[in-house]
């Protein structure tokens, strides 16, 4: 994978610097310099310490990325909603792991993208998840196809700039109809998959819009919510909801009724927005509810 720019500055830098500036960091100037890659300044190899002139042509070469062999490739075809030689946007049902782990190391969505990108004869051939989902959540996983698209992405998801919305359905009637939930987020004591909201955990905030509240069935009060993630941490919408006396839902691990015959919680992540530093500029991606969110959308 190769990648190009002009130096147009009046003033001579540093090739690192240059390239730090496009989001190339440290550990890719490893991976160049010790896996078969190449930094050129037109056409002619460099150091990373020599300097540019204004119109001097940079380009980096990427090692080609082999796969891994513990990552067993699953065909199981996926839903995709947009892929280029950069990204692969897909809509995971719920169901789903994201990645492997200890209760699934077969059939996860990174299982199903290697047997994608065999089946394509990609040159690089390890995915590469720059979001993530819970397996019971549907919607939008983004993914890069290479690690340069990765680094600048991990980039953005730092400071934020990574836009996540969500549907989702919380048990009650919330009574505002826009609110901002800040509170720090931490493991549970002697529990290796549950989170709660506690004083020593990591800053987290969660936004919402009230979007329809359903209260023919006193027995069964809900509210539609449109959720924005201003951080990211693990049940982030989940733990939230319940810490506020609204749990989600379906949600059997934080206390949510299991209203409607829902199997799961009702979480859907249906649009995201991101810089995309290929084109220089955004890129914004829907994905509409799936059956069983539907379903209740008409209730």
């Known amino acids: 994978m190769k990648f190009s720019w002009t130096y147009d500055q009046a003033e001579d830098r540093k090739v690192r610097t240059f390239l730090q500036g496009h989001g190339v960091s440290h550990r890719m100037f490893s991976q160049i310099k010790h896996n078969g890659g190449a930094i050129l300044v037109n056409d002619w190899q460099v150091y990373t310490s020599d300097y540019l002139k204004q119109g001097d042509e940079v380009t980096i070469i990427m090692p080609v990325e082999t796969g891994n062999d513990l990552v067993v490739p699953d065909y199981h075809p996926l839903d995709i909603i947009f892929e280029n030689e950069h990204w692969l946007l897909v809509d995971k049902p719920y169901g789903v792991t994201t990645v492997p782990g200890h209760a699934d190391r077969l ?170 530093p290929f084109i220089e500029g955004d890129r914004q991606f829907t994905t509409d509810l799936p059956a069983d969110l539907a379903a209740l959308a008409k209730i």
């Open 107 to 276: 059939h996860t969505l990174v299982n199903q993208v290697k047997g994608h990108l065999l089946e394509e004869q990609a040159e690089d051939q390890v995915p590469h998840v720059v979001t993530r989902l819970d397996r019971d959540t549907s919607g939008i996983v983004l993914l890069a196809k290479h690690r340069f698209a990765h680094a600048v992405l991990d980039k953005q998801l730092q400071d934020h700039s990574v836009e996540k919305f969500y549907i989702a359905y919380v048990s009650g009637l919330l009574p505002e109809d826009h609110g901002v939930i800040e509170a720090p987020i931490g493991r549970k004591p002697g529990d290796f998959i549950k989170r709660m909201v506690t004083p020593d955990g990591k800053l987290s905030r969660t936004e919402y819009w009230v979007e329809k509240r359903y209260t023919d069935d006193p027995d069964h009060p809900m509210t539609r919510v449109r959720v924005q993630l201003h951080t990211g941490r693990t049940h982030q919408i989940r733990v939230h909801f319940q810490h506020i006396g609204f749990p989600l839902v379906g949600d059997d691990l934080y206390g949510g009724p299991a209203w409607y015959g829902l199997k799961r919680q009702a979480l859907h992540a249906y649009q995201m927005k991101f810089y995309d």
